[in-house]
């Protein structure tokens, strides 16, 4: 169950300020552009489907670390230009009215999803800019409906992949942005330890999972993609429903990991529990188990 005297975090620290993230994220633009000024490009386009692909994704970290927005489910795309306002391209009215909330001071455009081609070509050319030769980072994510309609409204366009170079500057972290980093770290912590006190003796895995998730979204998590494997031995992760309906028994070992999105930043970690005292020889197959996982530390969740 959720732990109502569980404190909120905090947010209006002075690094999370809207003026703080939106200077550091103009920089980062301006950053990339010069990174790029070698290649002869008339834009840089970075497409993103948002975190719905999780750990399966790299996308939305490349659109999260330049202008902090997710999309979450749907298609998008950021144009920036050389001496142009960067614009934002989002499917559905909806997604606009969230964008123009949440990424302040950048024009955003939306169009249908069938039409997010024509709705990138558009952005382009509104400062009178040619398609001869564009910049791209983010295009293996988005699903082949709208990268179809992409090349057909931009079919005369030599794309060319400046992922490296967008990399490279993510590697180099800010002091504030490593506090960030420490803070998702944080949230995963707490919610370790938040699992470490439920009662889980005779819960099935997937109640236990929509607990956990319910606590890290209370302390401010966007994104949460967590697995659970119960047993004695536990078997594999666990992550979905229909796979996460194994009941919890004292003796049982449970693996926990997750990955989650806070302030736009990805924590991850993984712990192994036992419930009640672990025996001789199952403490033995832990230590066993985890040096060859190298994971990193053990705890006792509490019986009921």
Not at 9 to 37: G, Y
Not at 231 to 251: A, C, I, S, T
Request: proline letters at 4%; glycine letters at 8%.
């Amino acid at each position: 169950m959720f732990l109502p005297s569980a404190k909120l975090r905090v947010f209006n620290l002075h690094l999370k300020s809207d003026s703080f993230q939106s200077s550091s994220r103009l920089c980062r633009k301006k950053r990339l552009l010069d990174a790029c000024s070698d290649l002869d490009l008339d834009a840089l386009l970075i497409v993103a489907n948002g975190s719905c692909f999780g750990l399966s994704g790299r996308s939305q970290g490349y659109m999260g670390f330049l202008c902090g927005w997710n999309s979450f489910d749907s298609p998008s795309a950021l144009v920036l230009q050389y001496g142009q306002s960067p614009r934002l391209v989002v499917v559905h009215r909806r997604m606009m009215l969230m964008a123009l909330e949440t990424v302040p001071n950048m024009p955003v455009d939306w169009i249908d999803q069938d039409a997010f081609g024509l709705g990138i070509k558009r952005a382009v050319t509104a400062n009178g800019i040619s398609l001869r030769r564009v910049g791209i980072c983010g295009w293996e994510d988005v699903i082949a409906k709208s990268w179809k309609s992409v090349e057909t409204e931009l079919s005369g366009t030599e794309f060319v992949d400046i992922t490296d170079r967008a990399v490279a500057l993510r590697a180099i972290k800010s002091a504030a942005q490593l506090q960030m980093h420490r803070e998702a770290a944080r949230l995963c912590d707490e919610m370790f330890g938040f699992l470490s006190k439920l009662s889980v003796v005779g819960q099935v895995g997937y109640q236990i999972k929509a607990d956990i998730e319910c606590f890290a979204k209370q302390q401010g998590a966007e994104f949460v993609q967590h697995w659970m494997s119960i047993g004695n031995p536990p078997d594999y992760p666990r992550y979905f429903h229909p796979e996460n309906r194994q009941l919890v028994q004292k003796g049982d070992t449970v693996v926990y990991g997750m990955q989650i999105i806070l302030d736009g930043v990805w924590g991850h970690a993984v712990r192994c529990y036992s419930v009640g005292p672990a025996s001789d020889i199952r403490r033995s197959n832990l230590l066993s188990s985890r040096s060859r996982a190298n994971s990193s530390r053990r705890c006792e969740l509490a019986p009921k």
